[in-house]
């Protein structure tokens, strides 16, 4: 598991290589990640926007924007967390993902960014 912590909000990763959901011989792999988002700030937040950065081990980058995770742009008051489970396709069996979540202070509406760790994503078979 990754973790990082910007301005009170606590971001952790962990992620698992779908095997039922990929084709091998089709270079398609698929990974889902799990992503816990943890408020031990003093103020109640709400993620707005995200971003991530995608890269797999043949040197090709990609971005994903959008607003809300999963559909939702959680509301966390101070202690509280919101977790989701979302996935990622890569044409490689390794690659890594990180990213930004825009946050916002519901006090006064001061945005901010909170970066999302760098974790990998391995197929099992590599770490052999």
Known sequence: MKIKSTAGIKVSVESLYQANESRPLA???FFAYRITIVNT???TVQLKKR???IF???GMKSEVEGD???GVQPILVPGQSHQYVSGCNLSTTIGKMHGIY???RTIDGE???V???EFLMIVPFKLN
């Open 27 to 29: 270079s398609h792999y």
């Open 41 to 43: 700030s003093n103020y």
């Open 51 to 53: 971003h991530w950065y």
């Open 56 to 58: 797999d081990s043949n």
């Open 68 to 70: 809300r995770v999963v």
């Open 102 to 104: 825009q946050m916002m």
């Open 111 to 113: 945005l901010f960014n």
């Open 115 to 117: 970066k999302i760790p």
